[in-house]
T-cell receptor
Protein backbone atom coordinates (compact mmCIF):
# COMPACT_ATOMS: atom_id res chain seq x y z
CA UNK A 1 0.00 0.00 0.00
CA UNK A 2 0.94 3.62 -0.32
CA UNK A 3 0.62 4.60 3.32
CA UNK A 4 1.83 3.50 6.74
CA UNK A 5 0.14 0.29 7.75
CA UNK A 6 -0.35 -0.84 11.34
CA UNK A 7 -1.63 -4.09 12.75
CA UNK A 8 -3.62 -5.11 14.57
CA UNK A 9 -6.02 -2.19 14.47
CA UNK A 10 -7.57 -3.32 17.73
CA UNK A 11 -6.12 -5.45 20.47
CA UNK A 12 -7.69 -6.47 23.76
CA UNK A 13 -5.32 -7.95 26.29
CA UNK A 14 -5.71 -9.20 29.81
CA UNK A 15 -3.51 -7.51 32.37
CA UNK A 16 -0.16 -9.25 32.45
CA UNK A 17 -0.23 -10.44 28.85
CA UNK A 18 2.44 -9.51 26.33
CA UNK A 19 1.45 -7.74 23.12
CA UNK A 20 3.23 -6.94 19.86
CA UNK A 21 2.19 -4.16 17.52
CA UNK A 22 3.48 -4.01 13.97
CA UNK A 23 4.23 -1.06 11.73
CA UNK A 24 4.91 -1.18 8.00
CA UNK A 25 6.26 2.24 7.03
CA UNK A 26 6.19 3.75 3.58
CA UNK A 27 8.78 1.98 1.45
CA UNK A 28 12.12 3.72 1.48
CA UNK A 29 11.37 5.97 4.43
CA UNK A 30 14.40 6.41 6.61
CA UNK A 31 12.78 7.55 9.83
CA UNK A 32 10.22 5.70 11.90
CA UNK A 33 8.51 6.94 15.03
CA UNK A 34 6.21 5.43 17.64
CA UNK A 35 3.78 7.63 19.54
CA UNK A 36 1.26 6.83 22.26
CA UNK A 37 -2.09 8.64 22.29
CA UNK A 38 -4.36 8.44 25.30
CA UNK A 39 -8.01 9.33 24.90
CA UNK A 40 -8.48 13.08 24.67
CA UNK A 41 -4.77 13.79 24.44
CA UNK A 42 -2.24 14.59 21.80
CA UNK A 43 0.24 11.92 20.70
CA UNK A 44 3.27 11.49 22.96
CA UNK A 45 6.66 10.43 21.64
CA UNK A 46 7.89 6.97 22.50
CA UNK A 47 10.86 6.16 20.27
CA UNK A 48 12.64 6.96 16.99
CA UNK A 49 14.54 4.87 14.46
CA UNK A 50 16.75 6.01 11.65
CA UNK A 51 16.99 2.97 9.42
CA UNK A 52 17.67 0.09 11.81
CA UNK A 53 19.26 2.23 14.50
CA UNK A 54 17.15 3.21 17.48
CA UNK A 55 18.45 6.71 18.08
CA UNK A 56 16.05 7.80 20.78
CA UNK A 57 13.99 5.74 23.19
CA UNK A 58 13.60 8.39 25.84
CA UNK A 59 9.80 8.32 25.63
CA UNK A 60 9.34 4.65 26.44
CA UNK A 61 7.49 4.72 29.78
CA UNK A 62 9.10 1.69 31.34
CA UNK A 63 11.36 -1.25 30.63
CA UNK A 64 8.25 -3.22 29.74
CA UNK A 65 8.22 -1.38 26.43
CA UNK A 66 10.59 -2.48 23.70
CA UNK A 67 10.79 -1.54 20.01
CA UNK A 68 12.84 -2.88 17.16
CA UNK A 69 13.37 -2.34 13.46
CA UNK A 70 15.93 -5.00 12.59
CA UNK A 71 16.12 -4.51 8.82
CA UNK A 72 15.33 -0.83 8.68
CA UNK A 73 11.80 -1.27 7.41
CA UNK A 74 9.10 -3.02 9.47
CA UNK A 75 9.04 -2.15 13.16
CA UNK A 76 7.50 -3.90 16.14
CA UNK A 77 6.54 -2.33 19.45
CA UNK A 78 6.33 -4.91 22.20
CA UNK A 79 4.75 -4.37 25.58
CA UNK A 80 5.40 -6.96 28.24
CA UNK A 81 3.17 -7.66 31.21
CA UNK A 82 0.58 -5.13 30.09
CA UNK A 83 -1.07 -2.87 32.66
CA UNK A 84 -4.34 -0.97 32.45
CA UNK A 85 -2.47 2.32 32.07
CA UNK A 86 -1.01 0.98 28.81
CA UNK A 87 -4.45 1.29 27.21
CA UNK A 88 -4.08 3.80 24.40
CA UNK A 89 -3.76 4.15 20.66
CA UNK A 90 -0.24 3.44 19.47
CA UNK A 91 0.65 5.43 16.37
CA UNK A 92 3.48 4.75 13.98
CA UNK A 93 4.81 7.40 11.62
CA UNK A 94 7.50 7.44 8.97
CA UNK A 95 9.30 10.15 7.08
CA UNK A 96 11.53 10.27 4.06
CA UNK A 97 14.43 12.00 5.76
CA UNK A 98 16.07 11.89 9.15
CA UNK A 99 14.56 13.49 12.20
CA UNK A 100 11.13 14.97 12.82
CA UNK A 101 11.45 17.85 10.38
CA UNK A 102 9.26 17.59 7.35
CA UNK A 103 6.08 15.65 6.84
CA UNK A 104 5.50 12.66 9.05
CA UNK A 105 3.08 10.13 7.62
CA UNK A 106 1.04 8.46 10.33
CA UNK A 107 -0.69 5.12 10.28
CA UNK A 108 -4.21 4.69 11.61
CA UNK A 109 -2.93 3.34 14.88
CA UNK A 110 -3.35 0.24 16.98
CA UNK A 111 -5.87 0.64 19.78
CA UNK A 112 -4.83 -1.38 22.82
CA UNK A 113 -7.30 -2.06 25.59
CA UNK A 114 -5.98 -3.78 28.70
CA UNK A 115 -8.62 -5.33 30.91
CA UNK B 1 -15.89 5.93 14.22
CA UNK B 2 -14.28 6.27 17.60
CA UNK B 3 -13.71 9.66 19.14
CA UNK B 4 -10.22 10.98 19.28
CA UNK B 5 -11.08 12.93 22.39
CA UNK B 6 -14.21 13.49 24.42
CA UNK B 7 -13.45 16.66 26.35
CA UNK B 8 -11.38 18.74 23.98
CA UNK B 9 -11.89 22.48 23.48
CA UNK B 10 -14.37 22.80 20.66
CA UNK B 11 -14.78 25.37 17.94
CA UNK B 12 -18.10 25.36 16.12
CA UNK B 13 -18.37 27.20 12.83
CA UNK B 14 -20.87 27.46 10.05
CA UNK B 15 -19.99 26.03 6.68
CA UNK B 16 -18.40 28.70 4.53
CA UNK B 17 -17.11 30.77 7.44
CA UNK B 18 -13.44 31.11 8.28
CA UNK B 19 -12.03 29.18 11.25
CA UNK B 20 -9.19 30.18 13.53
CA UNK B 21 -7.64 27.58 15.80
CA UNK B 22 -5.13 28.75 18.37
CA UNK B 23 -2.26 27.06 20.10
CA UNK B 24 0.17 28.16 22.79
CA UNK B 25 3.47 26.33 22.62
CA UNK B 26 5.73 25.69 25.52
CA UNK B 27 9.36 25.96 24.50
CA UNK B 28 10.84 29.26 23.38
CA UNK B 29 13.70 27.31 21.78
CA UNK B 30 11.35 25.47 19.41
CA UNK B 31 12.17 26.32 15.82
CA UNK B 32 9.76 24.26 13.79
CA UNK B 33 5.98 24.01 14.08
CA UNK B 34 3.39 21.85 12.40
CA UNK B 35 -0.38 21.59 12.32
CA UNK B 36 -1.97 18.17 12.10
CA UNK B 37 -5.58 17.18 11.47
CA UNK B 38 -6.93 14.00 13.01
CA UNK B 39 -10.24 12.51 11.99
CA UNK B 40 -12.02 10.02 14.16
CA UNK B 41 -10.36 6.62 14.07
CA UNK B 42 -7.45 7.79 11.94
CA UNK B 43 -3.89 8.90 12.44
CA UNK B 44 -2.84 12.57 12.33
CA UNK B 45 -2.51 14.08 8.88
CA UNK B 46 0.02 16.81 8.09
CA UNK B 47 -1.56 20.13 7.12
CA UNK B 48 1.12 22.79 7.09
CA UNK B 49 4.40 23.66 8.76
CA UNK B 50 6.38 26.80 9.53
CA UNK B 51 9.89 27.53 10.70
CA UNK B 52 10.70 30.05 13.38
CA UNK B 53 12.29 32.46 10.91
CA UNK B 54 8.86 33.06 9.39
CA UNK B 55 5.73 34.75 10.73
CA UNK B 56 3.25 33.48 8.21
CA UNK B 57 2.89 30.71 5.71
CA UNK B 58 0.01 29.98 3.37
CA UNK B 59 -1.23 26.77 1.86
CA UNK B 60 -4.37 25.80 0.09
CA UNK B 61 -7.21 27.35 2.15
CA UNK B 62 -4.98 27.33 5.23
CA UNK B 63 -2.67 29.90 6.77
CA UNK B 64 -0.41 29.45 9.77
CA UNK B 65 0.65 32.44 11.83
CA UNK B 66 3.51 32.36 14.29
CA UNK B 67 4.05 34.89 17.06
CA UNK B 68 7.29 34.03 18.80
CA UNK B 69 7.01 36.90 21.26
CA UNK B 70 4.05 35.33 23.00
CA UNK B 71 4.73 31.75 21.86
CA UNK B 72 1.48 31.53 19.95
CA UNK B 73 0.55 29.66 16.80
CA UNK B 74 -2.70 29.84 14.88
CA UNK B 75 -4.25 27.98 12.00
CA UNK B 76 -6.72 29.78 9.80
CA UNK B 77 -9.00 27.78 7.53
CA UNK B 78 -10.80 29.72 4.83
CA UNK B 79 -14.31 28.81 3.72
CA UNK B 80 -14.61 25.96 6.20
CA UNK B 81 -16.19 22.81 4.80
CA UNK B 82 -17.84 19.81 6.49
CA UNK B 83 -14.79 17.75 5.59
CA UNK B 84 -12.70 20.01 7.81
CA UNK B 85 -14.43 18.63 10.91
CA UNK B 86 -11.73 16.93 12.96
CA UNK B 87 -9.38 17.45 15.89
CA UNK B 88 -6.50 19.79 15.13
CA UNK B 89 -3.14 19.54 16.89
CA UNK B 90 -0.21 21.90 16.83
CA UNK B 91 3.21 20.35 17.32
CA UNK B 92 6.63 21.83 17.99
CA UNK B 93 10.15 20.60 17.43
CA UNK B 94 13.32 21.82 19.06
CA UNK B 95 15.84 20.56 16.52
CA UNK B 96 15.42 17.05 17.82
CA UNK B 97 13.84 13.88 16.65
CA UNK B 98 10.60 14.25 18.56
CA UNK B 99 7.53 16.34 18.00
CA UNK B 100 5.74 17.70 21.06
CA UNK B 101 2.02 17.77 20.43
CA UNK B 102 -0.50 20.08 22.05
CA UNK B 103 -3.77 18.86 23.50
CA UNK B 104 -5.88 19.56 20.43
CA UNK B 105 -8.99 21.48 19.41
CA UNK B 106 -12.09 19.88 17.97
CA UNK B 107 -13.52 21.72 14.96
CA UNK B 108 -17.21 21.15 14.26
CA UNK B 109 -18.68 22.48 11.03
CA UNK B 110 -22.44 22.80 10.81
CA UNK B 111 -24.52 23.61 7.74
Amino acid sequence: GAGVSQSPRYKVAKRGQDVALRCDPISGHVSLFWYQQALGQGPEFLTYFQNEAQLDKSGLPSDRFFAERPEGSVSTLKIQRTQQEDSAVYLCASSESGGAVGELFFGEGSRLTVL
Amino acid sequence: GESVGLHLPTLSVQEGDNSIINCAYSNSASDYFIWYKQESGKGPQFIIDIRSNMDKRQGQRVTVLLNKTVKHLSLQIAATQPGDSAVYFCAENTDTDKLIFGTGTRLQVFP
